[in-house]
């Protein structure tokens, strides 16, 4: 399974982005999805999450009603839908699966397969 992710770029506060991550290969709607992301100098932390079906989420607190992470099965497509962006969102976005299951969770290394990396940068 190789996961590809898209869409960032610049943005001013209170503007908002959809990040896009393509799975190829495996099985994508029996694996759960996450978003972690990580700014310079910090470590890497949870996003969002969904389950294999989509009908379980999870944000981080910072993100809470202001980010919203859905799936297409059908297009093997995860999305993270970021709106009223803060300058303390900039960040490489990563997308990542569980491939083992379809169980949501927010713990980084329960994670086994991940992306790229998108950048995300928000000016004040």
């Known amino acids: 399974v190789q996961l590809q992710a898209s869409g960032g770029g610049l943005v001013q506060a209170g503007g908002s982005l959809r990040l896009s991550c393509a799975a190829s290969g495996g099985a994508f709607s029996s694996y759960a999805m996450g978003w972690f992301r990580q700014a310079p100098g910090k470590e890497r932390e949870f996003v969002a999450a969904i389950s294999g079906r989509g009908t379980t989420t999870y944000y981080a607190d910072s993100v809470k009603g202001r980010f919203t992470i859905s799936r297409d099965n059908a297009k093997n497509t995860v999305y993270l839908q970021m709106n009223s962006l803060k300058p303390e969102d900039t960040a490489v976005y990563y997308c990542?699966?569980?491939?083992?299951?379809?169980?949501?969770?927010?713990?980084?290394?329960?994670?086994?397969?991940w992306g790229q990396g998108t950048q995300v940068t928000v000016s004040s």
């Open positions: 990542a699966a569980r491939l083992r299951s379809i169980v949501a969770v927010t713990t980084t290394h329960l994670y086994d397969q």
